[in-house]
């Protein structure tokens, strides 16, 4: 077994902070006390990661432990739990059907409405209507739109605070369409939305093409990502090559390299992401 680089009290340190910051992370969630409350910073922390990637960052932190016991390599404390926490993300697609699934439903009720605006029906009746049949994704932020409604808020105002919940730029055309018809009640609101559906219905077909052609780029990243992780994880039992980064001078600068190419890695992610247009609408409208 290769020397411990760092002196037993710094080791001991490292470890009651580890097993620390694990129990926090894998603590089953209990019942609220009557204590002081958590820092808003501290509950935006948690609130920001779900449990499975809590639970897959503490156990890689115990096993860069016992990495670090066995090599002596001090970077695996923080390589091995970030890369646990990030590197999964690489290899998922889950924001571009997240975004897929979002304005599937949103062609889907807006097809709806126009079937029940085209037969007469009220608009505030219709968005009533349209609860039922409407897409898990968007279901509950509906029942919230209809309960201000039911609530004494204007339709207007509903709208408005229904577009920022939904926070799409193809939601927003709707709903302008949705406020300007509660504004002037006047005919054709039911075609202008099924012309909108079809818009929507061909922004998907699109969307579709894209996501087939960034599947190659995210296949590269992963390869490259793989062969990079095998060669970090390796490098502390090649002697040769991890000689000049043995000590604490090198393996800052072996910090300093895989920070570099983690940036490359990030970039090449990027590329694969969804393109996001500006809003209309609400808060985040440009």
């Given amino acids: ?65 016992i990495f670090f016991l066995i090599t002596g390599w001090a970077p695996a404390l923080i390589l091995l739990p970030l890369g646990a926490l990030t590197i999964p993300t690489l290899f998922s697609n889950r924001a571009e059907r997240q975004v897929m ?58 709208l408005e605070a229904f577009a920022n919940e939904v926070d799409d730029p193809t939601a927003d055309v709707i709903i302008m369409n949705l406020m300007l018809a509660a504004k002037q009640r006047g005919a054709g609101l039911s075609a202008a939305l099924e012309n909108i559906a079809e818009s929507v219905h061909d922004e998907i077909r699109a969307r579709h093409q894209i996501d087939t052609d960034r599947s190659k780029t995210r296949q590269d990243t992963r390869i490259i990502v793989v062969g990079v992780a095998v060669m970090l994880i390796g490098m502390p039992f090649m002697p040769v090559i991890a000689e000049p980064y043995q000590s604490a001078t090198g393996q800052v600068m072996y910090m300093v390299w895989v920070g570099a190419l983690c940036a490359v890695l990030y970039s090449m992610h990027q590329m694969t992401k969804p393109y996001r247009a500006a809003r209309m609408l609400g808060r985040n409208a440009k």
């Fill in 1 to 65: 077994m290769s020397p411990i680089l760092l002196p037993l009290g710094v080791f001991l340190l490292i470890l009651s902070v580890g097993l620390t910051v694990v129990y926090f992370l894998l603590r089953p969630k209990t019942k609220a006390r009557q204590t002081a409350p958590m820092p808003g910073s501290v509950q935006r922390l948690g609130a920001r990661f779900s449990k499975a990637e809590r639970v897959r960052t503490g156990v890689a932190f115990l096993v860069a432990l």
């Fill in 101 to 158: 699934e979002k304005l599937e439903a949103l062609e889907a009720w807006t097809r709806s409405l126009s079937g029940l605006i085209g037969v007469g029906t009220f608009l505030e009746t219709a968005l009533k209507a349209s609860q039922t049949s409407a897409a898990e994704s968007i279901r509950p932020m509906i029942k919230r739109l209809i309960a201000r409604l039911d609530g004494g808020w204007t339709l207007s105002t509903a």
